[in-house]
Structures are given as structure tokens and as C-alpha cells.
């Protein structure tokens, strides 16, 4: 009974940090190998367990401050009980209490600090925070191509498009027209695709693109035949087959005129480029 006792005792003291570490794993661009999780696990559990301390004391010893100036202010104060001893005496009492609900506190805890965690992660803050003392040209810890592409997901153009407002299609601040950009990846065969990329994987999976809307101008007979749109969703460009990659702004884009010819005409007052 003892061992089992044991054994409970340690995967709760575990699991809270396990928890935060898993979390990080599944939802960042970090590749662990089994010692690197394991240091991180480690990390995380006396994180968690100092913050979890800190906090109940910290909680026992307010309540029991307040116990102890409304029994003074009342008058209950026990005879032959200083203050201090007072405080001390409610402050045991009240960590008794929220021992009870320990295990959920921590768990609270591990969420919200894996969720913390990933999100500094993702978006450059350790990175940014230490590069103030380091002389690098990197402004990242991403690879170039995860980075440009986080970017344009998350529309955040101006990081990574250096040219001069004027010479923007759509210049900061301009009013009917979209600042998206397109994909046009060129395979090693020399097919052409053009679309909107909808969908890249960072980690454990074979990196590539899902484009969707998309269009391709294949190879046939040496010569790339016009560009047409796919007859489906989309498609899947494996990162192996590809030979370069342009970003293009949709209102250049030829395939955007394609898909969406009023929105090229307006943004341009001209159509798209074929």
C-alpha cells in the first residue's frame, strides 16, 4: 500500500510538468530528442512546483493577515495569543485547506504556462529578448523559409518586405486593394504553381505546401504551356520538388486575376498580368 501510495504521490508531483512540456512539444516548431524533452520536463517541474508553493503561501499568509486584523478590529483576539502567532496559527491552517486542491491548482498552472511558453516561443520573444546583446544579422530563430511564411499567414508583411512603400503594389495605408501575397513555386521539373498557400507543416511531417486557390503551368514538350486553374481544391507541393519560390502580390498575380477578376481589375484599375 505504501508503494502504491508512492507512486500516486510522484505522478502528481510529475505530471504537471509533463503536462507543460507535451504542450510545447505538440504546438511549437521545436524538434526535441529524448534528452531535450526530458530536460525541459524537468525544468517545467520545479517551475511549477516553486510557483505552486510561492502561490499557496503567499495566498495562506494573506488570508491570514486579514483573519487577524478582523479579530482584532472586532475585538476576538485570543487571550494570550500575540499577533504574530495569531497570523502563524491561521496561515498553517489555511495552507492545510488549499493542499486539498494542490493538484488542480498546478494543472491550472502547467496550461497556462505551456499555452505562455509556446506563444513567446512562436513568436520570436526569447529570441528578440537575447539578441539585444548579440551582434547577428539572424532576426529569428526560425529558418528563413518558416519565418517568411509564419509572416505571411499572419499578414504581417512590413517584417519581411523590404522594398520601398512607393514601389509596393499596395502601399501601406491604401484604400481598395489587399496587401496578400501569392506563392509561385517552380518544381524541379519546371512546373508552375501559383496560389494562395493555405496550409505548411513545420515539424515530423514531410514539409511542403498546400496551395488552394491554385493554378499550374506545366512542362509539355519542353515548353511551359499557360497558366490554368487545377480542377479541384488544391494541391500539395512536396519542399523536395521544389526548385524556387516567388512571392507575389495577388495584384500581379495571374492567378488571382483568375480566380478573382474584379478584385484584380479594382485593386490595379488594370487587369492581373498573364
Known sequence: MDKIEEFVAGVKFLAPGIAVAIIFYMYSDVKFDQFGFLLFCAVAIILISFVTDTFLSVAAAFYSFVMCVYAQAMGQLPHGKSKRQLIRFNMAKALAQL????????????VTIGVAFVGAYQNDLFYRLFGRFIDSPKISHQDTLHFVLKKIVKKEYNDFDGRPNQSRSCPTGASGCSRDVYLSIKTKDGDLYEGAMLYFPMKLEVQGFYLSPVCVARIQDKQRAALEKIPGPGVYVSIGDVAAIEYVDVQVSACFGKYHPTLARKSEGQPAKE
Open 99 to 110: 493542499n486539498s486542491a494542490r493538484l488542480a491548482s498546478q494543472f491550472t498552472l502547467a
